[in-house]
């Protein structure tokens, strides 16, 4: 199955999005989108949203940003969060 195939990768592309070198961020970036296709494991999205909360490099071009594509990789198929047997609840601050 493509989801478990893929999942195992998200804390690798993750070290590589913290990269110093740009052309390893940028590959890192390429990776998770062909990977997101095919949706994430819950537990890799939940993996993916946690480092999403964090700081990374700045990108090649201002409208790029590491954190919202680990977001956007969690929901542009989210098979992982559709496929959960528990409830889960977020609290919304504003």
Sequence with gaps: ???????????????????????TRE???????EISKG??????????LKAAAQSFP???YDFQDSSS????AVIRNPIGLLTCNSSFT????G
């Design 39 to 48: 949706g994430l494991s819950l537990e890799k999205s939940l993996q993916a």
């Design 27 to 33: 590959e890192a970036s390429h990776e998770l989108m």
């Design 58 to 60: 700045a990108r090649r």
């Design 1 to 23: 199955m493509t989801i478990m195939k893929n999942s195992g990768r998200i804390n690798k592309i993750v070290d590589r999005l913290r990269s110093n070198k740009e052309s």
């Design 90 to 93: 977020v609290d919304v601050v």
């Design 69 to 72: 594509e680990l977001i956007y």
